[in-house]
Nanobody
Framework: EVQLVESGGGLVQAGGSLRLSCAAS????????IHWFRQAPGKEREGVSC????????YYADSVKGRFTISGVDAKNTVYLQMDSLKPEDTAVYYC???????????????????WGQGTQVTVSS
């Protein structure tokens, strides 16, 4: 079955850390840019970070720059989002999405994504 599965969410105190995983099955992430999004209740979906497997370019939204780190694809066909110094405003459902890169980088930017994960809840308490 072709799918993306996020994991690693949970409840953490402000200032803490979480590492989210985006694992692919049925296809290799080496051919895709991986984008992380989040959506808090009552708010629009926000692009958080992305990584290109064409040029290894990584992008971060200003709201997370310096606190979040996205990895490249590892041997487990997984991309990680390391989240440090978490704030209550980081509370949201986090999603990963994959877009085929073909010949060029697709990070950053907005695209028609080929695959989406189901989301993982991150809750940061004050």
């Amino acid at each position: 079955e072709v799918q993306l599965v996020e994991s690693g969410g949970g409840l953490v105190q402000a200032g803490g850390s979480l590492r989210l995983s985006c694992a692919a099955s049925g296809f290799t992430l080496d051919d895709y840019a991986i984008h992380w999004f989040r959506q808090a209740p009552g708010k629009e979906r926000e692009g958080v970070s992305c990584v290109s497997n064409r040029d290894n370019n990584a992008y971060y939204a200003d709201s997370v720059k310096g606190r979040f780190t996205i990895s490249g694809v590892d041997a487990k066909n997984t991309v990680y989002l390391q989240m440090d110094s978490l704030k209550p405003e980081d509370t949201a459902v986090y999603y990963c999405a994959a877009v085929s890169e073909g010949w060029g980088s697709r990070c950053p930017g907005k695209y028609e994504y080929d695959y989406w994960g189901q989301g993982t809840q991150v809750t940061v308490s004050s």
